[in-house]
């Protein structure tokens, strides 16, 4: 019998996120809702408070389409067009644990083009977003802790979480760590 031990020395070379440049009036806004109920009301939502802090944008709106979908990566050629159509992306959100770890590996995707970023996942599932950030080379990819549930909640609560967070999102695009959970 041959024992593994899971406390090895990890394969993957995590590069980090670093120190990144500060949300710009200039800059092009993604939103990407991964279509778990409730996250496309959220994306829009953290969409208004961004422009009541940065002033009347034109946002790149992509929803991944179905909550089947919520749970799988975007497609290559997918980050691709959002990283040449971006220069910042905010992401919503992991309510669970598939469509936590896709969202994650979704913004380090992108990150690794050169996109600031910043996922959105509830406390919940804090452990396996950090986990597959770990896993997927990116420990310290900005994330924004929200309170769990996001789905069942009505669209006014999902917005004032959204009040609650922007500044927090703002602050992890340019890769400040431990911000609060609303």
Known sequence: MKLLSPAGISAITDVSYGARAA??????????????????DFIRAVGTELEKRQGRRDFVFREKGGIRESTLTLSVGAVDTLADRCDVVFAAYGHCGSCSSAIVRDVIALAQRGVRVCAFVTDEFADTALFVARSAGMSDVPIVWLPHPMAARSAAERADIASRVADSALAAIEGVRDVAVA
């Open 23 to 40: 949300l710009d009036p200039g800059d092009r806004v993604g939103l990407l809702a991964n279509s778990f109920p409730g996250s496309v």
